[in-house]
């Protein structure tokens, strides 16, 4: 029998350290800056849709299932009447929180967590992660089989069998859903539709796995010797980098445009950019036991720390700067234009190899201009070819410069030519 429910925990916790207390907001570089109690071990965590970060508990002396935690760290746990042992935790496109549970799903509206709502789903037996993917649906694995939960009707999942599977993590990509196959040795990708299973060689026993805002993925890989972290690019192999002692388990892809790796046997965070440069963080609490870790609000990153049944708050991760786009001019005028009647025609081509580009002309002719030439000589948006006519006598120069999202070419590309009777 469940034993009566205890009321709600709430509590506020901060570290404070020799400095004094740590304020929330972000540093220049990446670092610890709070760490908050709870009352039991942390497991998955996701930032939720209000904002907030969300926990699953396990071991909780109150008997508390779901654990909040604001931007601030305020913390305040919860023991939903359907919710028993859960694992994974995802924000779903229905504005819920959703759990992976023993035999099935629930979900959990996060202004009223008590409210929560189970359902059954047998091949959940060995429950894992859940995330929300690119098809608006619920992901999870259990043992060999992959399964997409329309959040409208979550007792009618779609089942996809992988033989010889022994699931573990799991993330979704702009394109593909990702597994950590623990049993196959394996990583497998698949498309929201099901098709197109393909499984990546890794071996040891990956356990977890996290999806970048491109088609790259990276992985924790414990069981191999040494212990390594990976990267895998779809069509290509896997490419690992040593993690040795450190028992690389959860990952999280962080606003900083890198990969984050609890490391539960070194009570640290490793760092794995996207080109495979690792490096380790540093302070959090000893023998600590960082588990599982999720991106969160204002460029944080927070942490489960298992052993001290505590999360930790990372901050800093500053998105990297956008790189400026390159231009290139592919076709112009000859050094000398012989002018007509009406004039002389120039023409040019131009592209960057920044996908997504737009651009912006200038044309300027030295010397006193008219006020059609003063409004060619400011840059505005144009497309390749671009052409000019009517030019009169004179020396011109043609600048082109490629802008992409807040990034414009800080060295437009140039082509000067002489009009001429």
Request: some cysteine.
């Amino acid at each position: 029998m469940r034993p009566p429910r205890p009321a709600t925990l709430a509590l506020t916790v901060v570290l404070t350290l020799a400095a004094g207390l740590l304020p929330a907001t972000a540093s220049a570089a990446p670092a610890v800056n709070g760490v908050f109690d709870l009352s039991g071990s942390p497991g998955h965590l996701t930032e939720g849709p209000d904002g907030n970060i969300w926990a699953t508990l396990s071991g909780s002396g109150l008997g508390n299932e779901l654990a909040r935690i604001t931007p601030q760290g305020t913390v305040t746990e919860f023991d939903p009447a359907d919710v028993a042992s859960p694992v994974g935790i995802a924000t779903g496109d229905d504005g819920n929180l959703w759990v992976t549970q023993p035999g099935g799903v629930a979900k959990v509206p996060p202004a009223d967590p008590d409210s929560a709502t189970k359902f059954a789903i047998a091949a959940i037996a060995d429950p894992r992660g859940i995330t929300g993917g690119p098809d608006g649906n619920l992901w999870t694995a259990s043992a060999d089989k992959v399964l997409r939960i329309p959040p409208l009707d979550p007792t009618n999942p779609e089942e996809f069998t992988v033989a010889g599977m022994g699931a573990r993590g799991i993330s979704a990509g702009p394109a593909l859903i990702w597994v950590a196959d623990f049993g196959g040795q394996r990583i497998i990708s698949l498309k929201p539709d099901g098709s197109d299973v393909t499984p990546y060689a890794v071996g040891g026993n990956p356990q977890e796995v996290a999806a970048s805002n491109g088609s790259q993925i990276a992985y924790g890989n414990p069981g191999t010797d040494p212990q390594t972290v990976g990267r895998i690019t779809p069509g290509g192999a896997p490419e690992t980098t040593p993690a040795p002692l450190a028992d690389p388990f959860g990952v999280a892809f962080g606003a900083d445009g890198a990969y984050w790796f609890a490391q539960f046997a070194a009570h640290d965070l490793g760092r794995l950019t996207t080109a495979g440069e690792y490096t380790t963080l540093g302070g959090l609490p000893a023998n600590s036991g960082p588990r599982y870790l999720t991106a969160g609000p204002e460029n944080t990153l927070w942490v489960g720390l298992e052993t001290s049944q505590q999360v930790a708050r990372v901050s800093g991760l500053e998105p990297p700067a956008p790189k400026s786009p390159e231009t290139k001019i592919t076709k112009q005028p000859r050094k000398e234009v012989r002018a007509g009647s009406r004039g002389a025609k120039a023409k040019f081509k131009f592209r960057s190899p920044s996908a997504g580009a737009a651009f912006e002309c200038s044309l300027k002719r030295k010397g006193r201009r008219n006020s059609r030439e003063k409004r060619l000589a400011k840059f505005s948006g144009c497309k390749s070819p671009k052409r000019y006519k009517g030019l009169r006598r004179g020396r011109y120069e043609f600048r082109v410069r490629a802008r992409v999202g807040g990034a414009t070419d800080p060295t437009p590309a140039k082509a000067k030519f002489r009009v001429s009777r």
